[in-house]
């Protein structure tokens, strides 16, 4: 089977949501799924869940935080620990897997985090059978020109809008 490649994005809540809900539906089906998240601190609610059904989680080992709250020098470490997460999610130590998730590379690479054209290489040049999503905002026409599915999460209201902040276990 061929494997196409999504892409969730919007300002609205749903982007994460959704890969979650594709990865489980993977899995159920026997398939071997690996979710990589970038630009979050290990810490969203989902992760646990995924791990309990044996789907392989990445995420960054070090917190860096909101990106707009960094130093420059603060940025390239980001940068660095990000581009090897990047990498790794490509490697496959432990055999090839069906489905791929990078969750919020859209957003890391728009604020490069991590370097673009390497994962645009690398959706170019994945194994034929490898179903990969990328999620997050405003992805660039470059991106939007590998996928074959592109989903956008309308935002019409947020909590955050009103001064709600993001509540564990419903936004992360």
Known sequence: ??????IYCGDGKGKTTAAVGLAVRAAGAGKKVRFVQFLKNGNSAELAP???????TRVSEKPHGFIWTMSEEEKARAAADYTNLLREAFANPDGPVDLLILDE???AAGCGMIPEAELIRFLKERPEELEVVLTGRGPSEALQAQADYITEMKKLRHPFDQGIDARRGIEF
């Open 1 to 6: 089977m061929k494997g196409l490649i999504h």
């Open 50 to 56: 995924l791990r309990l059904i044996g789907i392989e």
């Open 105 to 107: 590379a859209v957003g």
